[in-house]
């Protein structure tokens, strides 16, 4: 009895060990699953890194739903005959000898202001009167110059006369002469003193005929142009180093563009250049390279190349922003895509290229463009397509997702 009792405890032990097991692996299996944390919000992000950067910092495999917002359209790299053309930023600029500053060489005081901004002047029209004391003082030194090249003559003139009638001596004459000649050249330089004070050769005529200190110097314009700046009202002091007016002759100016290191070997005086206007839409201006700068910006690294444009209608202004094109030889065959496909960034050029299923971006060098086509020297060949539309999310993508720099290396 004893024995049934104890094969009884055993059974009943192990069928409840047979039902606690399977129990137990359920709940094992259950605790598992719930501690899995959920997903971070930026793991797509992430595992695009992980493809990214398992491919290839240059290369860039964008998801289905990127792909469809992208709407990525490619075109074939083959052989264009283009015009070979450079093109630029630029601005319109005076030319440097059509620019006059106009002020005193002494100082004095504006009694009178004979021009208005905006005005146009003629050479040596009046445009203002200055009153000083240097003056005055510049005029009286003329008489007493005029006074004394008189007197030696008359004593020149004197001694000569009793030399010929044999009264004088020879010695006296001599003297005579030299004082006459250092009165000469003692009124030279009394004039010549007015002329750099801004007297006229009229002005000293005048002067010297009328025998009047006059302290008032007239002002004139040195060049023909408009008046685009003045400093000075009537009563005003001014200094030997006053600028009073500007005058802008501005009927021919000059357009300065900023063509890149790299274009400037095929840029050379007298091309012929096509300028175009933001701010006149439908003008082009027809001209030729006049100057090409011997110096590369070190900021920037462009070389200023000059253009010389008629103005004669007054439409351009300076200070306007306008685009050059420099054609820069006869149309060649050469190796292009279209300008939709180059991506430019601190100076570097690059294309997408197909990659099976991604897309991988190449540095290229560039040459001539024709507004709707960009020559490839180097980064591509022909046959090979390039990304045309999508090209600029596709690198917004790799810049996000690759730490790796993209340019050349």
Not at 108 to 116: C, F, I, T, W
Not at 281 to 298: H, L, M, R
């Amino acid at each position: 009895m004893r024995k049934h009792a104890i094969s009884l405890l055993l059974i009943i032990a192990f069928v409840s060990l047979s039902v606690a097991l399977p129990r137990a692996g359920k709940a094992s299996s259950h605790t598992t699953f719930t501690s899995i944390s959920p997903q971070p919000p930026h793991a797509q992000q992430r595992r695009r890194q992980n493809r990214v950067r398992a491919r290839g910092s240059n290369i860039v495999n964008p998801s289905p739903s990127e792909r469809r917002f992208l709407n990525i359209s490619l075109a074939t790299v083959a052989e264009r005959t283009i015009s070979a053309v450079v093109e630029a930023n630029g601005v319109f600029t005076a030319m440097p000898n059509n620019v006059a500053k106009v002020g005193p060489v002494i100082s004095g005081r504006a009694s009178e202001v004979l021009v208005s901004l905006g005005d146009w002047v003629k050479v040596g029209q009046p445009m203002a009167k200055l009153v000083s004391v240097q003056l005055g003082e510049a005029v009286s030194e003329y008489y007493k110059a005029v006074a004394q090249l008189e007197l030696a003559r008359i004593e020149f003139e004197r001694y000569e006369r009793l030399i010929s009638q044999d009264i004088g001596a020879r010695k006296d004459l001599l003297t005579a002469e030299a004082n006459f000649k250092i009165a000469e050249a003692g009124l030279n330089a009394s004039e010549k003193a007015l002329h750099a004070l801004g007297f006229t050769e009229e002005d000293v005529v005048d002067i010297k005929n009328t025998h009047l200190i006059n302290a008032e110097l007239l002002l004139r314009a040195p060049i023909s142009g408009r008046v685009v700046e003045r400093n000075v009202t009537v009563g005003e002091r001014v200094g030997e180093e006053s600028t009073l007016f500007t005058i802008m002759d501005m009927r021919r100016l000059n357009v300065d563009a900023e063509i890149y290191e790299r274009d400037i070997s095929r840029v050379r005086i007298g091309q012929k250049t096509e300028i175009t206007i933001s701010s006149l839409p439908g003008t082009i201006v027809a001209g030729e390279v006049t100057y090409v700068d011997g110096s590369v910006d070190p900021s920037t690294r462009t070389i200023k190349v000059r253009t010389e444009v008629d103005n004669s209608s007054g439409r351009f202004k300076v200070g306007m922003f306008a685009r050059v094109r420099v054609s820069t030889g006869s149309e060649v065959p050469v190796l292009c895509v279209p300008a939709e496909a180059v991506l430019e960034e601190q100076g570097e050029c690059f294309v997408f290229v197909p990659d099976g299923d991604s897309y991988r971006l190449v540095p290229v060098s560039i040459g001539s463009r024709d507004g709707s086509h960009v020559e490839i020297v180097e980064g591509v060949s022909a046959g090979e397509q390039v990304v045309t539309e999508g090209n600029y999310g596709l690198y917004t993508i790799l810049k996000q997702t690759s730490s790796l720099p993209t340019g050349r290396s």
